[in-house]
């Protein structure tokens, strides 16, 4: 690949990406990608950074160089991403749009758009690498800094999508990304990392929601059935969470947590923190909506899985099902929620994924 379009979010990563590539010969241009927020929903989502983030990606573009443009795709966000995250939350699941980001938008529709103007491939900021294979297949191996690795994300990808993608940071780390910013005068060089859903920047998720899902309050029950309070609406709370719920804890020791949400009855689920609680802490699973980047597993297999982003891999004892998988894990885990996805993992190679249900 010679001709890249490099992802250009605003951010010091993929600005970094956009440079190591200018400066490694590659003809390259680079384009922010709006997927959200038209010009009558600004006073809404006042918080979101679209705006300021255009600026930081132009501002970057200017500074090497590189030509750059804006493209619209909100239509497609809201088709591909927006409606799915929305529609998990009303149906009592925990979506993760990022990762579904990657597979319909960055590597989908923006892909498809980089091609359809003669371009060889597209280039992001992610901390992971692209591994090619003496059979002309591709592999996702983590990304060398191990605390900003983020192949978990990507888990969904398919060959034909990795055919085409460059990942120019994924050797590098954090710190020397930063150092390479700022040695090379980029504007961005000290800018703070995106927090929270990679659409909503400073919006909380919440506040998002209302938009779209109208509350429904409910009661809140402990294991025994006994009321403590009253809830809002079950999609303003998530399996594990602690903060927010809305009861006080009566002692110093313990909290209470979110364990299950009822949809039937409306009620929300709560319990003091606590290994023994059998509704927060498990080691099994099931996983459905199976996705295998390069070579499909279809017997029992012992494998390495992140539960979530930013949990460490552990091993797991992976059973294929008709209907996707049964995992057992070495350890106990905390809070699988169902609509998250597990990444399957061995060693550093990203091997799919699937949906817990």
Known sequence: ?????????GGVD????ALNLRNAGFDISCAYIKTWINEEESDLF???????????AEAAAKHLGIPFEVINLIKDYRERVVHYLVEGYRNGITPNPDIMCNREMKFGVFLDYALKEGFDGIATGHYCRRQENSNGSYDILEGIDKNKDQSYFLTFLKQEQLAHA???????EKTQVRQIAKENGLPNADKKDSQGICFLGKVSINKFLSQYIEDKPGLIINLEGKVLGKHRGLHHFTIGQRKGIGIPSNTDYKNYVVVAKNYKTNELQIAFD????KELYTKTAKIRNKSFINQTINQKTKLLAKARYRDPSVEIIFTPTPQGADIEF????????LGQILGLYEGERLLGG???Y
């Open 354 to 356: 699937g949906v817990y």
């Open 274 to 277: 606590s290994i023994d609680v």
């Open 330 to 337: 070495i350890e106990t885990q905390r809070a699988l929620a």
């Open 46 to 56: 006042a918080d979101c950074p679209w705006q300021e983030e255009i600026k930081h």
């Open 1 to 9: 690949m010679r001709k890249i379009l490099v992802a250009l979010s």
């Open 14 to 17: 993929s600005s970094v990406a």
């Open 166 to 172: 460059v990942f120019p940071i994924g050797h590098l």
